[in-house]
């Protein structure tokens, strides 16, 4: 059974940083995309970015320069670090796998609140 576990998201001030780790369990998915998602209240989710299983990486125009995902396929772990961040950052941050066949694994999220 294919499970994925967020940890690192929390308070923040504006302008600080937090990493999210994501790792992923019951396969092995060093070819498949990771990435994250995020849904702030009343919004849909959005991606944020991804990394596909050769290292080509995507990030939403929101979040350049100042996000950076990396994966570490030894650890089935994909990173989100997240620097200068921003109030219209707070979300809920959830990992994705996106399988070969179509099959999206999600995990329950972490939340990101920015705020004084």
């Known amino acids: 059974q294919v499970q994925l576990v967020e940890s690192g998201g929390g308070l923040v001030q504006p302008g600080g940083s937090l990493k999210l780790s994501c790792v992923v369990s019951?396969?092995?998915?060093?070819?498949?995309?990771m990435g994250w998602y995020r849904q702030a209240p009343g919004k849909g989710r959005e991606l944020v970015a991804d990394?596909?299983?050769?290292?080509?990486?995507y990030l939403a125009d929101a979040v350049k320069g100042r996000f950076v995902i990396w994966r570490d396929n030894a650890k089935n772990t994909v990173y989100l670090q997240m620097n200068t961040l921003k109030p219209e950052d707070t979300a809920v941050y959830y990992c994705?796998?996106?399988?070969?066949?179509?099959?999206?694994?999600w995990g329950k999220g972490t939340l990101v609140t920015v705020s004084s």
């Open positions: 990394i596909t299983g050769d290292w080509k990486t």
């Open positions: 019951g396969g092995i998915f060093r070819f498949y995309t």
């Open positions: 994705n796998v996106a399988a070969s066949d179509g099959t999206n694994y």
